[in-house]
C-alpha cells in the first residue's frame, strides 16, 4: 500500500501524444486511457465524436506525493492552448 497522488486528465484526444511525452520527461511510465470522453464545460458540451481526433480523451495516473507539481507545469502549455483539465488528489495506490 502506497500513497500516491492521483492525476486525472482531460485533453483533446490530438494531444495525448504530447501529454504522453511530458509524462515520460518526469518519470511517469504508467497510465491508462478512456476515449471518447463527453460533457460539458464553460465553452459549452462536448458531445460524442467517433473522430478520434476531434473528441476528448481522459487520463488516468499516479505519482508519488511531490511530484504533481513538476508535471503539472509540463502540462501547463497544453493545457493552456488547448484546453482541458488535470484534477489532483490524494489516493492509496494498492498495486502501484
Request: hydrophobic share 40%; with cysteine; net charge negative.
Amino acid at each position: 500500500m502506497d500513497i500516491v497522488k492521483r492525476i486525472e486528465i482531460i485533453v483533446p484526444s490530438i494531444e495525448v501524444n504530447a501529454v504522453l511525452k511530458r509524462f515520460a520527461k518526469v518519470g511517469i511510465v504508467k497510465y491508462n486511457l478512456i476515449g471518447h470522453v463527453v460533457g460539458r464545460t464553460e465553452a459549452g458540451e462536448v458531445l460524442e465524436d467517433w473522430d478520434d481526433q476531434s473528441g476528448n480523451t481522459y487520463i488516468l495516473t499516479t505519482c508519488k506525493a511531490g511530484e504533481e507539481d513538476k508535471l503539472f507545469w509540463e502540462l501547463q502549455p497544453i493545457l493552456q492552448k488547448f484546453g482541458g483539465l488535470c484534477l489532483v488528489s490524494d489516493a492509496v495506490c494498492y498495486r502501484c
